[in-house]
Every structure is written in C-alpha cells, then in structure tokens.
C-alpha cells in the first residue's frame, strides 16, 4: 500500500486519476479510518500535512506527497491547516510549508502538480450528474473537518463506518495512539460495570471468589504446554528490555492465565479436602498478532474474566461449566437484550488444550456474521497432568498404605467487553446509540420545552424545576434520570445528542405539560411519543423501562430466529450465507470435512475474485453445534447424510460467516 497525500488549495479541481497516471499507480481511493487512525494518527475533518509527522519510520519511504503548484505560488498571504485536530487553525507560509516536508525524516517521494491544466482536463469530459445541495454540504462538512453530532452514514449502507461513527460520536469510545487499543469512555465502562456486577453475583452463589494474578508470564511457563500454546503463540507480546538493558529472558504479556494460574493450583491443592478450587479475575489481556482490529470485538488489549476451577470429577466440573454458560446467555439476553444460540464447539473450534467448549453464539443481522459472545471450557485433566502442571491429590476412595494419585478436572471460562460491541451492532440504528435500559448509565433524560420568547423567565424557572422535581422522584426510586437544563442548546439540539447516545427514554416537560399535570415521553427504541400522568409517574416510568427492555428482546431474537435456516443441500448452502442468513445443516463433525466447508464456501461465494486479507473471510465456519436440535426433520442415525461429505451425520451444526 501506498498512500498518497494531496496538499492543495481548497479550489483546486484535484482528479484522482489525474494523480494517479502522475505517479503511476491505479484505482486511487479515499483512505479507510483504519488508515488515518493507523499511520496517520488522525481521523477524518482534521488530516493536515503536519499529520505526515506522525507516520511511523518504517512506512515513511512508501507515502507520496503531492503538492498544488497554485498553493506554492500563491501571493495572497499564509495558508490556513488544522494543526492534527480540526478544533484549531494554523497559518504558515509556502516556504514553511516546504520546509517542513523537507525536514521529514524518510519522506523521499514529494512531487508538484498543476492541477489548473487537470481542471481543464475534466471541463471536456463527460458531464456527470451534479450532488444535490444537501449531499455537497455534507461533503464539504467532512473537508473542513466540522464536528458532526449524529451519524451521517446509514447503518445498511456502510456498516463498518456507521459502527464506528457510533461509538465515536456517542462517546463511548475514543481511538488511542496505539493501533488496535482504545479508550473506553464512561458511557460504555458503565456498561461493563453492570455486567461486571451481575455476573459476581452469578458466581458469588457458585462459591467462585475474586483473586488477581501478574500479567506477566515468563517464557519457560508460557511454553510448558505447547498444544495450548500454539493456538495463542502468533498473538503473545513480549518484553524484552527494560529501559536500555535487554532482559536476560523475555517476559510475555498474558494472552491468558491457565499457565500463570496453574502452577500455584499446584502449590495450594495439596488433599482432596482442598478441592473445589474455585477462583476468576477481573483484568485486562493482550493479544496482539492480527490484520483488521475492530473496536471492542477485535483489539489487541482488552477487559475481559476468568474463570478458573479445580474439582474432584468429571461430573462435578460439567456442572460448574453449564452453571456458567447459563450465566453468560443471561447476560446477552437479560441485561442486553441480545438473543443467543447454547451449543458445543466442534473439535477445530475448540478451546486449545481443552477436552470441550460450550459457547453462547449471537448475530449481528447488518452483515450476517455469527460472533461468538462468551465461552466455557471443560479441560478435563490436560492441564493437571505430571508432565504439565502436577495437580494431584491422593484418592479419598482408597484407604491403602500406597493411594493412587488423582489427577484434578479443571475448567476455564470467559467473557469479554466484545459483549459492548455485540450490543451496539445489535440494537443501533441510524441515528446512533440504542441502549437496553438495564445497562444504560442514563436510563430517563428530562427536557424542558415548549419555551418561546414570550415567556417569561418565572415560565422558565417553573419549567427548570419541574424537570428537577421529576427527575429527584425518579432517581428515589432507583431510576437513572438526567435533566438536560443546557442554556443556549435548543430543544431539538438536545433530542439529537442524547438520542446518538441510545438514553431509552426521554421526558419532555413544558409549560402546557403541567398545565395538564402530565409529561410527554419519547421512547428511543421506536420514537413512540405518549402523554404520561404526573400522578404515578415513577410506576409509569419503571413499566416503560421493562416494556422497553422486553420489546428489544424480543425484536432482536425474532430477527435472529427468521435468518437462521435449515439447509439440507449443498447447493442452497451459499446463497443462504448470501443472504445474511446462518445455517443449520446436517453434519457428520469431521475436521477435514470443516475445511472443506471453509474452502468450498468462499470458494463459491467469490469465484476467481481473490479474497481480501483485512476483510472478514468470506468461507463459512462451524458455530456451535446448538444444545436445542432441530426436529423437523430430525438427525436420523444411519440414514440423514452431512450436506457437504455425503458420510453419515451425527448433529445439526451451525454454521456461518463470523467475526
């Protein structure tokens, strides 16, 4: 990739095809976020050159620059940038302006245009169709780097960019100079602290307590188990030195904690009195090998538990790991209101150095991918054995002089903030944010209206405490409620800024209101605006709240339910995939026959087209195999064929495009 950067002057008629045969590349396009946030260290509205400062060493030598003559020869005075943010504007001169390209260390392709005899160029060229006001206001928005307060792109248009306009402009996330890590800002954190809260309580029953381990792993640990290392070794970071003085070993950074955990499982289980042992930390992780990072479900540090048991049988640690998954589907379904399928992962699929991983899988309809929401594992004695970690204890059931040892079943379990991102893809829309009640950090946003000129500032601060009052009843009853009494903001102002940020509902209270001794409520799920009694308006609210939790509930699932299909042929398997659907097939849970599916999907899916390295493959992959078979018809044993092999099939498998 080479990226080209443009310097010109704002009436310059720059043509990308023009650019592109002065320096010998094709098909110039826009740069995606990812490229600005990643090399650039900037975003959209405010790339400027100074923003070449910022590029790292390595990829300096492959940037083009290209520079308007005009802009060079221009007498008029200094010219106007954005100095890296569009919030501030510097003036420079053409001659610092060269100079400072000059002094950038590694920047060796910079290269002067006219483009005044391009513009004459493109006058004889075919007339194309001219945008309509509202489309070059927003265009020109975008150039001079104006902050926009909604989203500007539809969420069915161009999903990758909606995704991230909403979790930008509602503030739930900032981007970091780091690429692949962010900041996660309060609206999102308290997300997360409801989850959190839920889920220790989940487990607090469970007899589970809270511990923390170090974060790091020293590399003779870390490569004690190579099976479970190998599926996590491309992503572990490494520390090396410390300051100038390189370490005598590198330290890793925890992909996860089973190596950092399990010795000490070692050291404390000593008797079968010892046991169960049950213990989960709340932490951040790193995993850092891969192309495409996507906020909160794919970076390369992130928040997440887990879980970490030791027990005496089998049959005692299958229980706890249900108990869990049981937990983790009524995070999604209860406190986000995001439907989810229970299955088993296939053998491929599974937890690496595990026996078995139950998984929770949801949807995100926009793009028909499956995602992956939560996953607990049953890693029977693998980790416990002599040769990995020794967690052994003598065997209660034999009294004899020479007891065997007995070998613990351990399980692991976890659940990351990829919960936020499921959410928002779940429940957005094109005006931003759709929170669930149950986690929003701002569940009822009161707003005075109905104010005009002729009122009087007595009307005003009759309005103003109304709101306060209303908001004071409702927090009593344990209701999040905000008054937005803003001065200067309009009324419609403030519906837009608080609708992007997804607050379930909102409150309106004018002068004609309580006049009637009533209020107007607006939920942010459908826009259903109603009239609601002052008498009884906590109960009013608490219901809505519940009817609102509910009704996303249940929208989501009946989506989720209508693109799920049952395909019992090969050659209706991709064009359901094709039509943002996931897949129910009989299945025969082969590995080989796995790859085969992989291949053969995206192999029809795009024919001789080559498929994109950064993009989500385009090759189906098995979900679950969901604990809830189908029936109709049902697996017949011996008879029913898996769709893909034609051998004998043991389950309907789900399987999908993913995350």
């Known amino acids: 990739m080479a990226p080209v950067v443009v310097i010109a002057k704002h009436d310059s008629a720059t043509n990308s095809k023009a650019i592109g045969n002065e320096l010998k590349l094709k098909e110039l396009r826009f740069a995606s976020d990812d490229v600005l946030t990643d090399m650039f260290q900037t975003a959209k509205g405010s790339v400027s050159p100074f923003s070449l400062a910022n590029v790292p060493k390595e990829n300096v030598a492959n940037v083009r620059v290209v520079v308007d003559k005009a802009l060079l020869s221009d007498s008029t005075g200094n010219i106007a940038f954005h100095p890296l943010t569009s919030s501030h504007t510097v003036f420079v001169s053409a001659a610092t302006l060269q100079s400072f390209l000059k002094s950038v260390e590694g920047l060796t392709h910079v290269t002067e245009m006219d483009f005044t005899a391009d513009a004459g160029t493109a006058a004889v060229a075919k007339t194309e169709k001219k945008p309509s006001a509202a489309a070059?206001?927003?265009?020109?928005?975008?150039?001079?780097?104006?902050?926009?307060?909604?989203?500007?792109?539809?969420?069915?248009?161009?999903?990758?960019?909606?995704?991230?306009?909403?979790?930008?402009?509602?503030?739930?996330?900032?981007?970091?100079?780091?690429?692949?890590?962010?900041?996660?800002?309060?609206?999102?954190?308290?997300?997360?602290?409801?989850?959190?809260?839920?889920?220790?309580?989940?487990?607090?029953?469970?007899?589970?307590?809270?511990?923390?381990?170090?974060?790091?792993?020293?590399?003779?640990?870390?490569?004690?188990?190579?099976?479970?290392?190998?599926?996590?070794?491309?992503?572990?970071?490494?520390?090396?030195?410390?300051?100038?003085?390189?370490?005598?070993?590198?330290?890793?950074?925890?992909?996860?904690?089973?190596?950092?955990?399990?010795?000490?499982?070692?050291?404390?289980?000593?008797?079968?009195?010892?046991?169960?042992?049950?213990?989960?930390?709340?932490?951040?992780?790193?995993?850092?090998?891969?192309?495409?990072?996507?906020?909160?479900?794919?970076?390369?540090?992130?928040?997440?538990?887990?879980?970490?048991?030791?027990?005496?049988?089998?049959?005692?640690?299958?229980?706890?790991?249900?108990?869990?998954?049981?937990?983790?589907?009524?995070?999604?379904?209860?406190?986000?209101?995001?439907?989810?399928?229970?299955?088993?992962?296939?053998?491929?699929?599974?937890?690496?150095?595990?026996?078995?991983?139950?998984?929770?899988?949801?949807?995100?309809?926009?793009?028909?991918?499956?995602?992956?929401?939560?996953?607990?594992?049953?890693?029977?004695?693998?980790?416990?054995?002599?040769?990995?970690?020794?967690?052994?204890?003598?065997?209660?059931?034999?009294?004899?002089?020479?007891?065997?040892?007995?070998?613990?079943?351990?399980?692991?379990?976890?659940?990351?903030?990829?919960?936020?991102?499921?959410?928002?893809?779940?429940?957005?829309?094109?005006?931003?944010?759709?929170?669930?009640?149950?986690?929003?950090?701002?569940?009822?946003?009161?707003?005075?209206?109905?104010?005009?000129?002729?009122?009087?500032?007595?009307?005003?601060?009759?309005?103003?405490?109304?709101?306060?009052?209303?908001e004071a009843r409702l927090r009593a009853v344990g209701v999040r409620a905000e008054s937005d009494l803003r001065e200067h903001y309009t009324p419609g102002q403030k519906f837009n800024h608080w609708e992007v940020r997804g607050v379930p509902i909102r409150v309106e209270i004018g002068p004609k209101d309580l006049e009637k001794h009533s209020v107007m409520t607006a939920r942010r799920d459908t826009f259903v605006r109603a009239p609601v009694a002052l008498e009884g308006l906590e109960s009013s609210i608490q219901l809505l709240l519940m009817t609102i939790q509910n009704d996303m509930l249940a929208k989501a699932r009946k989506t989720f339910d209508d693109r799920v299909k049952i395909v019992l042929q090969w050659n209706e398997f991709v064009p359901v995939l094709n039509s943002k659907c996931l897949a129910l097939i009989p299945w025969c849970e082969r590995e080989v026959c796995e790859d085969q599916i992989k291949t053969r999907s995206s192999r029809d899916s795009l024919g001789d087209e080559p498929e994109d390295e950064k993009a989500p493959s385009m090759g189906a992959k098995s979900l679950c195999l969901p604990s809830k078979q189908p029936t109709n018809p049902p697996i017949v044993h011996g008879e029913t064929k898996c769709i893909q092999c034609g051998e004998n099939a043991k389950r309907y498998a789900l399987f999908g495009r993913s995350y």
């Open 136 to 470: 070059a206001a927003a265009a020109s928005d975008e150039v001079a780097g104006v902050s926009k307060g909604g989203i500007d792109v539809s969420k069915d248009v161009d999903f990758p960019r909606w995704y991230q306009q909403v979790l930008t402009r509602s503030d739930m996330l900032e981007y970091y100079d780091v690429s692949g890590c962010y900041i996660v800002r309060p609206l999102a954190y308290f997300v997360w602290q409801q989850i959190q809260e839920f889920f220790d309580a989940g487990i607090r029953s469970l007899g589970v307590k809270n511990c923390y381990f170090p974060m790091f792993v020293s590399s003779k640990v870390l490569e004690r188990e190579k099976d479970h290392i190998e599926g996590f070794a491309p992503e572990v970071a490494w520390v090396t030195r410390a300051g100038s003085t390189e370490l005598a070993e590198p330290i890793a950074i925890r992909p996860t904690s089973e190596t950092v955990m399990y010795p000490y499982f070692a050291k404390w289980i000593r008797s079968h009195r010892d046991l169960p042992l049950k213990i989960n930390q709340w932490c951040s992780v790193v995993r850092w090998e891969f192309k495409n990072p996507q906020p909160f479900l794919r970076t390369r540090e992130f928040l997440w538990q887990e879980g970490h048991c030791a027990y005496m049988t089998e049959k005692e640690a299958m229980v706890e790991v249900y108990d869990v998954l049981t937990l983790y589907r009524r995070i999604y379904e209860e406190m986000l209101a995001v439907p989810v399928i229970e299955g088993v992962k296939s053998e491929k699929e599974k937890f690496a150095g595990g026996v078995a991983t139950t998984t929770v899988e949801g949807f995100i309809a926009a793009t028909g991918r499956g995602i992956q929401g939560a996953t607990s594992h049953y890693l029977g004695q693998n980790f416990s054995q002599e040769k990995m970690f020794n967690i052994v204890v003598q065997d209660p059931e034999d009294s004899g002089a020479d007891r065997p040892k007995h070998h613990v079943h351990q399980t692991s379990w976890g659940l990351s903030t990829r919960t936020i991102g499921v959410m928002v893809m779940t429940h957005g829309d094109d005006q931003g944010l759709v929170m669930p009640p149950r986690v929003a950090e701002t569940q009822v946003i009161i707003v005075p209206c109905g104010l005009t000129a002729k009122h009087s500032e007595e009307d005003r601060r009759v309005v103003s405490d109304a709101c306060l009052n209303v």
